[in-house]
């Protein structure tokens, strides 16, 4: 098997908001193996936008914490396997995916922490537990 693998990343950590993540990890798999791991800024690229950066980066499958429905749709367009809902050491969730141990929820929502009201009619709430944000969080 070879891929390529991307983790939202901050501080050595699965970073809990796809849209807003600021780097990814990206590990270079090969015989159930990480071969290279690098770092990547994403310089301000956000939300829908992110799912063409990690196809451009050659990024088969990714490993996050809270995703917006827009955001699972567009990876899903890009080819791109979803495995949402998990927190924790971003290298440890990429061993246990190698492991077949990885503990995801397929059917993650945009349940994330500090998140602040960015749409602008104080009304989204998305740091109160589960809502299922849709695409609006992405």
């Given at each position: 098997m070879k891929m390529k693998i991307a983790v939202t990343y901050e501080e050595g950590k699965i970073f809990q908001h796809f849209g807003r993540t600021?780097?990814?990890k990206i590990f270079d798999l090969e015989e159930n193996r990480i071969r290279t791991e690098e770092i990547i800024a994403t310089n301000g690229t956000g939300h829908g936008a992110l799912a063409g950066f990690l196809k451009e980066q050659g990024v088969e499958a990714l490993i996050c914490g809270g995703i917006g429905g827009g955001a699972q749709a567009a990876l899903e367009q890009a080819g791109i396997r979803l495995y949402g809902g998990v927190s924790g050491d971003?290298?440890?969730a990429v061993r246990a995916f190698l492991d077949g141990t990885l503990s995801y929820d397929s059917n993650v929502h945009c349940d994330h922490h500090d998140h602040h009201d960015h749409h602008g009619d104080g009304e989204?709430?998305?740091?109160?537990?589960e809502h299922g944000c849709g695409g609006s969080c992405a």
């Open positions: 600021e780097a990814f971003a290298d440890e989204h709430g998305c740091g109160h537990g």
